[in-house]
């Protein structure tokens, strides 16, 4: 009887395991549309092409797109997704089907990590969705309320420079993406909380840059349970319990600022901070009541993709120049005519420099912060290009491979800031308009914070660029511009180098 039963489980899983297979096989044939889909590879029984996207999914798409064309479709498990590769099928699927393509696929990111797509960036499309990009907005990410914040991002700024005129004075390396998070984490803590979150630079720091990285990464892998419905179960690829893991440790972090938050509200604070005006309202606004979970997954969205994605932007922009000198040369000389010696850089400065403006823009080309646009899904079955796209069909925009398309830019590999200081090239903004550059997507899910990515990327790049000068550490022969592909696009290797200050020891105080 012993040995009997082990056996019988086997047949059996085995027996189940075949039955699932045959079942997904046989209603894929059925449902197999008579319309002329777009192009794309056969991929494999019941797995589809998910194979085939391998680890680094942005390149084997852009690959599959120089094989297909600029609109391609592929069976990835038993979901069919669109891929969109040039600047004109993205027009396409994100301006003129906007409407169309407004709401998110469910996937095990937004369960597990976005409080079951509480938050802004995995809402449904529609009251809740408005009312939470509307609040940060208004509060936070908007021209207004960027204005209003424009002193902390000075003061923060002020607390980085000091660190790093410091780590120089004593020969140290500085290990650039730690002093990026630790600036950004505290603008949008002084923004949302009335208050820094990370006064030192210490353990707990260090841990929530992971937290951040760990998130980008995991919220972007193709989870094979997102794709086979049946198999979700099983995790696999055990992402699902990576994501439970990190929530917990972010739901504490989140739950401790909020409490904190509730107990100092009775010191009188010059003006309200976001959190307070979200809290003092959460009843009344525009008949929707927001959640604690709501609440806790719009922070969330705040501070990680607040940190993370133009904090790569400026670690790939520093790595960019740090190899090619002259470029850092030219960024030199423009800031010491326009700005000097004696100070430090402003954002009012910005405006009469073209040439930084021009490397920021450069960088959002080659390396965008998110490859593979945030997925959409369609509502209604539509018609791209004289292909037909079913309903449910799964978008995704491969924004790295425009930026790389040779029948859109020159000599896409090179790193070359200057294709945007004259010509057609020179006005292309990338606020989401102009689809041969759109870093931050484009239409209603654009992401909501693309004004603040930008300030942020300009004004600290440009405060790096003027405050130092920027080499290798000594034994390093070459830098390394190695990606790790995730939600956001990583540096395989984080960026560390030697820095010289340019400008007299007063200009590094906060």
Partial sequence: MQIIIPVLLKELTVAALLYVFTNILIRSLLTRPRHRLPPGPRGFPVVGALPLLGSMPHVALAKMSKTYGPVIYLKVGAHGMAVASTPESAKAFLKTLDTNFSNRPPNAGATHLAYN???????????????????????????????????????????????????????????????????????????????????????ELNEFKDMVVELMTSAGYFNIGDFIPSFAWMDLQGIEKGMKGLHKKFDDLISRMLKEHLASAHIRKEKPDFLDVILANRDTLEGERLTTSNIKALLLNLFTAGTDTSSSTIEWALAEMIKNPAILKKAHDEMDQVVGW?????????????????????????????????????????????????????????????????????????????????????????????????????????????????????????????????????????????????????????????????????????
């Avoid at 797509?117 to 960027?146: C, E, I």
């Avoid at 405050?467 to 190695?482: I, Q, R």
């Fill in 342 to 510: 004696n100070r430090r850089l402003m954002e009012s400065d910005i405006p009469k420099l073209p040439y930084l403006q021009a490397i920021c823009k450069e960088s959002f080309r080659k390396h965008p912060s998110t490859p593979l646009n945030l997925p959409r899904i369609s509502s209604q079955a539509c018609t791209v290009n004289g292909y037909y796209i079913p309903k449910n069909t799964r978008l995704n925009v491969n924004i790295w491979a425009i930026g790389r398309d040779p029948n859109v830019w020159e000599n896409p590999l090179e790193f070359n800031p200057d294709r945007f200081m004259s010509g057609k090239n020179a006005k292309l903004d990338p606020r989401g308009n102009d689809f041969e550059l759109i870093p931050f997507g484009a239409g209603r899910r654009i992401c909501a914070g693309a004004r603040m990515g930008i300030v942020l990327v300009e004004y600290i790049l440009g405060s790096l660029v003027h405050s130092f000068d920027w080499k290798l550490p000594e034994g390093v022969k070459e830098m390394n511009l190695d990606e790790a592909f995730g939600l956001a696009l990583q540096k395989a290797v984080p960026l560390a180098a030697m820095v010289t200050p340019r400008l007299p020891s007063n200009c590094y105080a906060p």
């Fill in 117 to 203: 797509s509480q938050d802004m960036v995995f809402a449904a499309y529609g009251p809740r969705w408005r009312l939470l990009r509307k609040l940060s907005n208004l509060h936070m990410l908007g021209t207004k309320a960027l204005d209003d914040w424009a002193n902390v991002r000075v003061s923060e700024v002020g607390y980085m420079l000091e660190d790093m005129h410091g780590a120089s004075g004593r020969g140290k390396v500085v290990g650039v993406p730690g002093m990026l998070v630790y600036a950004m984490a505290n603008m949008i803590g002084q923004v949302i909380l009335s208050r820094r979150v990370f006064v030192t630079r210490e353990e």
